[in-house]
């Protein structure tokens, strides 16, 4: 079993910044693209970063210029940096992965279990 565990999140007054964190374990043999996710109450799950094993990254028109999404690879983590947060970035946050387990050859993906971003004042 693969798990991806968030954390990070929580309350924040807008023009703050938090930084997420997402911890990938288990029968690992490699991870490629890592990536975050949100969905706001009402709305459906939308992109907002993601990162390949090579360090490719893709932004969301919506938060390029104030996140930034890093990894690191020893550690089979992903990071999401939020700067100048806005009150229409809340959501649960949700980590993704693409991992190939060990004895395995295919990828498959792995979700977490998100994390609430409240950026309110």
């Known amino acids: 079993q693969v798990q991806l565990v968030e954390s990070g999140g929580g309350l924040v007054q807008p023009g703050g910044s938090l930084r997420l964190s997402c911890a990938a374990s288990?029968?690992?043999?490699?991870?490629?693209?890592m990536g975050w996710y949100r969905q706001a109450p009402g709305k459906e799950r939308e992109l907002v970063a993601t990162i390949t094993s090579g360090g490719i990254t893709n932004y969301a028109d919506s938060v390029k210029g104030r996140f930034t999404i890093s990894r690191d690879n020893a550690k089979n983590t992903v990071y999401l940096q939020m700067n100048s947060l806005k009150p229409e970035d809340t959501a649960v946050y949700y980590c993704?992965?693409?991992?190939?387990?060990?004895?395995?050859?295919?990828?498959?993906?792995?979700w977490g279990q998100g994390t609430m971003v409240t950026v309110s004042s």
């Open positions: 993704n992965a693409w991992v190939r387990r060990i004895a395995s050859m295919r990828y498959l993906e792995v």
């Open positions: 288990g029968s690992i043999f490699s991870i490629n693209t």
